[in-house]
C-alpha cells in the first residue's frame, strides 16, 4: 500500500477538480486552498473471554448427568481444546454432589392456590338487575328482606315496562328484568353460590412446579464455563468530516489485524500508538484476542480568503484520489441568510397583496 499523498499530489488532484467546476466556480486554483491533513483512526480489541460460574442444580426427577464431565476444582480444570474451537457453554458436574430427594409434595402434586382444595370456588348467587341495578325493583314495596333463591334475569320488551312484583304480588308495579326482587340469579353459578375450580378442573390439586410431577429431584453442584466475544472500541482522535462521513466507506484504508502477540505496526504514529496501547490490557478471563487498526488519511481544502466550497481528498480503493467538495462554513451562512432575506419578502409581499 503506497505512503499518504504529497502535497504535489493532493494540489493536482483539486487542480483538476477546480478545472472541471470552473465554469461555475470561476478560475480559483488549488494555491487558494490552505491544506491541512486530519489522520483518522478506527481500531478496535475483540477479546475472546472465558467466564465459570458454579451454582446448585436441582431438577425434576431422575437426570442423566453421565456425559457431562466431573471436576474437583472449577478453576483448576483444564478445557480440551476441541471444546474450547466450539466456543459453546461447558456444563460440567462436581465430583460426589449428585443425590437424589423426595419433593416436598410428596407424590408430584400440589392443593390447588386458586380452590385450596375444595374444587370449588364461591361465587356470590346474586347479582344486581341488569334492567335496574337493583334502585327501583318495585314501586310499592322494598326491602323485601326473603331469602329465596332470585329469579332469572328477563329481557323485558321496553326497558320502562313494569309486571306484576313476585314478592308483594301489585300489578304493574316492579321491575320487568327481576320481577322485583332487585336481583337476579348468577348465570355462573345459577345461584348455588358455587363454580368449578378451573385451574385444577375441579380436582383439589395441581401439578408441582419444583418437580413437575414427578415427585422427586436431582440435585448437584453445577459448573459452567462459557465463552464471550468482547468488543472494545478505540475512540476516535479525530471524528471522520460529517460533510463526507458517508463516502470515506469508499476510501483506502489501511488494515492492520494483529493476534495477542503481534507487535503494533511501525509505522502507527505516536499519538495513535499511545492511543491504542491504553486499551491493550488484558481482562480477567481472557483467553485470545484480535486487535483490528484502520487508518485513512484526508486532506481538507479551505479556502484562504472568502469562499462557499471545501473541498476533500483521500486515496480511493484502486488508489487514486477522490476529491470530495462540500459547502464551507461561510456557505453554508451565506445560504441560510438568503433564505432568511427570501422569506422576509415573501411575507411582505403577502402583506402587501392583502
Known sequence: MGADPSEDEVRAALDAQ??????????????????????????????????????????????????????????????DPRELRLRKSL???????????????GNGRRQCPACNGMTYRPCEPAQPCPVCAGVSPCTQYLGHGRTTRPPKARRPVRAEERVKCEACGTPDSAC???QGWGKVRCPQCQ??????????????????????????LTSWAAGRITWTSETEKVPWPYRPPKRVTSQLNAGQWQENTLGPEDPLPDDLSPSHRSLVEQHLGTVKGEQDRTVVIRRLTVVRARPKGSGSMEYYIFKNVSGGLMVRPSMSDEGRRNTAAVLLATAVLLVLVLLLVN
Do not use: I, N
Open 91 to 105: 456444563d460440567l458436574v462436581k465430583r460426589d454432589t449428585v443425590s437424589k430427594r423426595a419433593c416436598g409434595c
Open 176 to 178: 320487568g328484568g327481576c
Open 191 to 216: 345461584g348455588r353460590g358455587r363454580v368449578p375450580c378451573t385451574t385444577c378442573t375441579s380436582t383439589g390439586t395441581v401439578e408441582c412446579k419444583t418437580c413437575r410431577g414427578r415427585g422427586a
Open 18 to 79: 477546480l478545472a472541471r467546476c470552473r465554469g461555475k466556480r470561476g478560475v480559483r486554483t488549488s494555491a487558494y486552498f490552505h491544506l491541512d491533513r486530519l489522520h483518522l483512526l478506527d481500531a478496535s480489541v475483540v477479546r475472546y473471554v472465558e467466564k465459570r460460574t458454579e451454582t446448585t442444580r436441582d431438577e425434576p426427577g431422575d437426570v442423566d448427568l453421565d456425559d457431562r464431565p466431573v471436576y474437583d476444582v472449577l478453576d483448576d480444570y483444564q478445557v
